[in-house]
């Protein structure tokens, strides 16, 4: 299982949001690129980013630091997420070095733009759903939708995405432990591969992870806890590995 490193950026800041509030901030680092360089050198083998105000204003807006970690890092694969709406937006990431980019407000409010985009850029689509009791959130988890998660996710692993992150905001910035049992009946109800996020704390948690990748949980997405030191990153990686089995980063 593959543990990844979220590097969230509002304001040019490396910032952690407590159940994705934007009034709720904690800033790490003025420089997302110096973090990104720190967990590459603890042995991350793949990043998460998030542009926080792109997933609220509906357009990239902390693209330039995106391009910087991509240019300077191009043997790491990067998924990047916030603001992605458009199949220009798409490219522009792409042809910046990116590797994944991760389709969420729009994947809910307007679905078949997930076929088209899948279509059009195919291996490069992840969708993130983030539930709250089973209902999906959109617009940087604003606003509440009515659509159920695992009907949602079937419906995109026809469209061909490569991979669900799948994120349980009632738990996420709180390290109060992933929520496994909603993950692993996502899981069971599609065969794509599913990247678990939200509530990771410890070496515990990774540890519960580690007991159900077989059920599709090829990774784990961890915030604050990395941030805070109640999680290690290099040693949450050595026992990711060490108990399910090492995986490509691609």
Same mark, same amino acid.
């Given at each position: 299982?593959?543990?990844?490193?979220?590097?969230?950026?509002?304001?040019?800041?490396?910032?952690?949001?407590? @159940?994705?509030?934007?009034? %709720?901030?904690?800033?790490? *680092?003025?420089?997302?690129?110096?973090?990104?360089?720190?967990?590459?050198?603890?042995?991350?083998?793949?990043?998460? #980013?998030? =542009?926080?105000?792109?997933?609220? &204003?509906?357009?990239?807006?902390?693209?330039?630091?995106? $391009?910087? +970690?991509?240019?300077?890092?191009? =043997?790491?694969? +990067?998924?990047?997420?916030?603001?992605?709406?458009?199949?220009?937006?798409?490219?522009?990431?792409? /042809?910046?070095?990116?590797?994944?980019?991760?389709?969420?407000?729009?994947?809910?409010?307007?679905?078949?733009?997930? &076929? %088209?985009?899948?279509?059009?850029?195919?291996? $490069?689509? #992840?969708?993130?759903? =983030?539930?709250?009791?089973?209902?999906?959130?959109?617009?940087?988890? &604003?606003?509440?939708? $009515?659509?159920? !998660? +695992?009907?949602?996710?079937?419906?995109?692993?026809?469209?061909?995405? *490569?991979?669900?992150?799948?994120? =349980?905001?009632?738990?996420?910035?709180?390290?109060?432990?992933?929520?496994?049992?909603?993950?692993? @009946?996502?899981?069971?109800?599609?065969? #794509?591969?599913?990247?678990?996020?939200?509530?990771? *704390?410890?070496?515990? /948690?990774?540890?519960?992870?580690?007991?159900?990748?077989?059920?599709?949980?090829?990774?784990?997405?961890?915030?604050?806890?990395?941030?805070?030191?109640?999680?290690?990153?290099?040693?949450? @990686?050595?026992? !990711?590995?060490?108990? &399910?089995?090492? #995986?490509? *980063?691609?």
């Amino acid at each position: 299982m593959l543990l990844i490193p979220a590097i969230d950026i509002k304001d040019g800041k490396c910032v952690r949001l407590r @159940q994705g509030r934007m009034d %709720d901030v904690t800033i790490y *680092s003025e420089n997302p690129e110096e973090v990104a360089d720190k967990w590459i050198q603890a042995g991350a083998r793949r990043l998460h #980013i998030v =542009d926080l105000n792109g997933a609220v &204003s509906g357009k990239p807006e902390n693209a330039d630091i995106v $391009h910087n +970690i991509a240019e300077q890092h191009p =043997d790491i694969p +990067i998924q990047v997420g916030g603001g992605i709406r458009d199949e220009d937006t798409i490219q522009i990431y792409l /042809d910046a070095g990116v590797k994944y980019v991760i389709i969420g407000t729009r994947a809910v409010t307007t679905p078949h733009f997930v &076929s %088209d985009v899948c279509l059009e850029f195919p291996g $490069h689509i #992840i969708v993130g759903l =983030d539930a709250k009791d089973g209902k999906l959130a959109t617009e940087g988890w &604003s606003k509440l939708s $009515h659509h159920d !998660a +695992i009907d949602m996710a079937q419906r995109f692993e026809d469209d061909g995405v *490569s991979a669900i992150i799948f994120t =349980d905001i009632s738990r996420d910035g709180m390290m109060a432990s992933i929520n496994i049992e909603s993950t692993v @009946q996502l899981c069971k109800q599609i065969t #794509i591969p599913v990247i678990a996020s939200g509530g990771i *704390s410890n070496l515990e /948690d990774i540890r519960a992870l580690c007991r159900v990748t077989d059920e599709g949980i090829v990774g784990a997405i961890t915030g604050r806890a990395i941030y805070e030191g109640t999680l290690d990153f290099a040693e949450g @990686q050595k026992l !990711a590995d060490k108990l &399910s089995g090492n #995986i490509a *980063s691609s």
